[in-house]
């Protein structure tokens, strides 16, 4: 697969992930809604919305890490970055996209042998819902993995581009943006929006 390939399929990968995710958010909400609701009415609760929210939550935060990613949305502590020469930045980014995807990837070995573990000896859940905790664990799972293989794309595709010399595309895609690139980016977002 090429790097063209690579940059066709992750951000929709991504940004379909990230939308499972919004989605999942939104259905914990009216849960949530509906059980209180039926508590105030009924003096019952319909959905245990306390459990499911917590499982949910926990998928849909890590299947929002891959687009995050991709839009450079994980926070980096830039006060002195700035300041140093364009070579040493660029190795700060190396550093960084190796550390975000070398992070994923422990994250994700545990995830996945946690989630192994448990459906192995079918640990369920101490509540009433006795919920086998290997499916939440997996959709969880699931989330991580994406972000990993994001996470090691975008280190990869950005050693190649400065392997090729794309200096700018590569501060482009690893780097972290100066406050007026990052304003002027958001400025002409909204007026894409407004003129929708």
Do not use: K
Request: with cysteine; glycine share 8%.
């Amino acid at each position: 697969m090429t790097v063209h390939a690579l940059d066709a399929i992750a951000p929709v990968c991504a940004t379909w992930f990230a939308r499972i995710g919004g989605a999942l958010i939104m259905l914990i909400a009216l849960m949530v809604s509906g059980d209180v609701i039926a508590r105030n009415l009924f003096n019952r609760m319909v959905f245990n919305s306390f459990e499911i929210s917590i499982y949910l939550f926990a998928a849909a935060v890590t299947f929002g890490f891959a687009y995050t990613t991709l839009t450079g949305g994980h926070i980096r502590v830039d006060v002195v970055y700035a300041r140093f020469p364009a070579p040493v930045r660029r190795a700060l980014d190396v550093a960084a996209l190796l550390s975000l995807a070398v992070l994923g990837a422990f994250m994700t070995y545990f995830a996945w042998r946690l989630t192994a573990a448990n459906y192995g000896r079918g640990v369920m859940s101490n509540s009433a819902l006795a919920v086998p905790l290997a499916l939440p664990q997996a959709v969880w799972a699931l989330g991580l993995t994406m972000f990993t293989l994001t996470a090691a794309m975008m280190f990869v595709r950005h050693l190649v581009l400065l392997a090729r010399g794309d200096h700018a595309e590569a501060d482009r895609i690893g780097g972290i943006g100066s406050v007026e690139t990052e304003a002027g980016a958001e400025i002409a977002d909204a007026r894409l929006r407004e003129a929708r």
